[in-house]
């Protein structure tokens, strides 16, 4: 009975099962045509933007088309126009975002000028991505290093002249300012040599004023490898492309194998004119000379209303902007010109800038200079604003952490200051003062085998550390045999200074060539209440490095003496700070601070970047104390009571 049952139940199945299988069999559709996914035209819907961009090839004189994106608010009538010229991508550089927003869509540093209803243009230099015409780095101005007859100067008159004309840009009142950071900024001060009538207001932002000097590529005289990979990146293409890799993760060792040039050779740099240029003009030679902007703007000082930034901090360009305020002061130009000088590292003043590495600021004070400061200046003279009320300098006291407005600066040099720099001796066993000590002496070997770095090991300049390398603890090579450190004792009162330090150094070595870097370097209590790991922190205010073969010429290097004192005299960069009690001033000197500076090989040689591996040698240095040779820092040290200078708010 159950098998029957099963036999009769297995039979229904299967005649199911070949009832649905001939029922699908019979009503399966004819194959389908196989077609792309992707549709012959995809047309994104126009978003109701609050604005309108559009793309120019505005003509130069020589009829160069440069690459132009125009932003203009929906509705802008008699608007002013912000104007920058770049060689990092105007059409990136004005799309933050996709978005109908026109706050959102331009860079955070834009918002001021946004929701002041300014028009916002960006521009491609010749011969970078979008436009025409052949890229030169930091193109000279027309004259014997730029036969042709355009440069940045006449670009910016082309642009604005252009921007300015009713039949191009009717929305605009005929107004223009011009802003930018780093190499935009270079941008801003070569317009300002024969401004446009046009242009109304400046802020040149940690400009490129002096490559060789004291911004991107060397500083006097020691060249810097931080910056090297910008090369490959900025001149090996029209638009972007692959930086050069440097090899393995630790760039102390990757750099450690030879000379620069070397290694520029290894990774293709031979290819490219600007390294064959940088090859060629390692001394402070014509070629550097006479593009060096701070002398340019002091023999062609403009009547436009300028405002010169500079990050006390600034790991890149830290030299351009104070020098050529300084340049212009010489020449009674301060009626125009503003600096300000924040706590920020390079281009921070288009980030946040609440702080830097481990210490905080009091608020954002990239905002606060972007709000309070440029965009009432830009107000002033673009919109017939209200007085911007801008103080003669600006200056973020460090050691106080607040700003300090100054109807004066500096308040201490070297010369043409009511208050002559002072002082700050090196001494025996390590102790530094302000009075002068016995005759001594104190040696170290200088190995360039074992370079001192520049930030604990491993270094490599993508790890994150570049930004703030400037504010690293200088414990890392405090008690190296190679790094001579000298402090005072504990303050017992603040000790302020407001200016430029200048090392005053006197040494012989058993070389033939040498690099000094002097530190001068807040030490912290041991014990910090409010944050324990700022214990014993070193804070370097101010340091810089000088390659000793320029020390009598930075245009025709000579050999150094083996064994016969010289004298070492070099500035080192701005700063306004009070050493508060429970601290302790100290000095650090040293000979090489590498991988961010090329080694000397302390052999001289007529070129540091071909020197041979057999060139590099280690040499003892000899720091001399007290005297007529006496070493030390000299500080621009003032009373800490400073309001007799300070600006009213």
Not at 159 to 169: E, F, P, R, Y
Not at 267 to 294: C, I, N, R, S, T
Not at 579 to 586: E, L, S
Request: charged residues 20%.
């Amino acid at each position: 009975m159950i098998r029957s049952f099963l036999l009769v139940t297995l039979s229904a199945c299967a005649l199911s099962s070949a009832s649905i299988t001939g029922a699908a069999e019979t009503a399966a559709p004819k194959s389908a045509p196989v077609t792309s996914d992707i549709p012959d035209k995809f047309v994104i819907p126009e978003l109701n933007a609050d604005y309108e961009k559009r793309v120019e090839m505005i003509p130069m004189r020589d009829g160069t088309r440069l690459y132009t994106v125009i932003v203009v608010p929906k509705g802008a009538k008699n608007a002013p126009i912000v104007l920058t010229r770049t060689p990092y991508n105007a059409r990136s550089r004005a799309n933050r975002k996709d978005s109908p927003s026109m706050l959102s869509t331009l860079p955070l540093s834009d918002e001021i000028f946004v929701k002041d209803g300014y028009i916002r243009v960006y521009q491609d230099i010749r011969g970078k991505y979008g436009s025409e015409g052949d890229y030169i780095v930091n193109r000279p101005p027309v004259g014997p290093l730029n036969p042709t007859k355009v440069d940045h100067t006449t670009d910016a008159w082309d642009t604005i002249d252009w921007l300015v004309n009713k039949k191009n840009l009717p929305q605009s009142n005929g107004r223009v300012g011009m802003i930018g950071s780093s190499y935009e900024g270079f941008t801003v001060v070569m317009a300002l040599l024969n401004p446009h009538p046009a242009l109304k207001v400046a802020a040149p932002e940690s400009p490129m004023i002096d490559g060789w000097m004291g911004d991107d590529w060397f500083h006097h005289g020691a060249f810097r490898l931080a910056n090297i990979a910008w090369i490959g990146g900025q001149t090996g293409y029209k638009g972007e492309g692959k930086v050069p890799s440097t090899g393995g993760y630790d760039d102390y060792d990757n750099f450690r194998t030879g000379s620069a040039n070397d290694w520029a050779k290894k990774v293709g740099y031979d290819q490219l004119p600007f390294w064959q240029k940088m090859l060629k003009h390692v001394a402070y030679d014509e070629f550097w000379q006479q593009q060096a902007l701070d002398k340019l703007v002091a023999a062609n000082p403009s009547n436009v209303p300028t405002l010169w930034e500079q990050g006390l901090w600034d790991q890149e360009d830290m030299y351009g902007a104070i020098m050529s305020w300084e340049a212009l002061k010489a020449k009674g130009k301060m009626g125009n010109n503003f600096l300000v000088m924040g706590p920020w590292r390079h281009s921070q003043i288009n980030r946040e800038g609440r702080s830097l590495g481990p210490f905080q600021w009091d608020g954002d004070t990239a905002a606060q200079f972007r709000e309070e400061m440029v965009l009432p200046f830009f107000n002033q003279y673009l919109k017939d604003g209200p007085p911007a009320k801008l103080p003669a300098a600006a200056i973020y006291n460090t050691g106080e952490n607040h700003w300090d407005r100054f109807t004066t600066w500096p308040l201490a040099c070297e010369s043409g200051c009511q208050t002559p720099l002072t002082p700050i001796y090196v001494g025996p066993e390590g102790r530094l003062g302000f009075g002068k000590p016995a005759p001594g002496k104190t040696s170290y070997i200088s190995d360039p085998a074992k370079p001192v770095p520049h930030l604990s090991r491993p270094v490599n300049f993508g790890d994150g550390r570049w930004g703030d390398w400037l504010v690293s603890d200088q414990r890392h090579v405090d008690g190296r045999p190679d790094v001579l450190t000298f402090q005072t004792d504990v303050l017992t009162e603040p000790v302020r200074v407001s200016g430029a330090p200048m090392a005053n150094i006197f040494a012989q070595i058993t070389g033939s060539d040498v690099d000094f870097i002097v530190k001068l370097i807040d030490v912290y209590p041991a014990e910090v209440a409010t944050d324990p790991k700022m214990g014993g922190y070193q804070l370097a205010i101010s340091q810089d490095i000088f390659r000793g073969r320029y020390r009598d010429s930075f245009s025709n290097p000579t050999a150094i003496p083996s064994g016969v004192p010289q004298a070492y005299k070099f500035r080192l960069p701005t700063v306004n700070h009070v050493f508060q009690p429970g601290h302790r001033i100290m000095v650090q000197i040293q000979s090489s601070q590498f991988p961010l500076y090329d080694r000397n090989p302390q052999t001289f040689v007529p070129n540091i970047f071909l020197a041979k591996p057999e060139d590099y040698k280690k040499q003892e240095v000899t720091i001399l104390q007290g005297g007529s040779t006496a070493s030390s820092v000299l500080l621009p040290l003032v009373p800490v009571d400073q309001s007799a200078v300070m600006a009213r708010q």
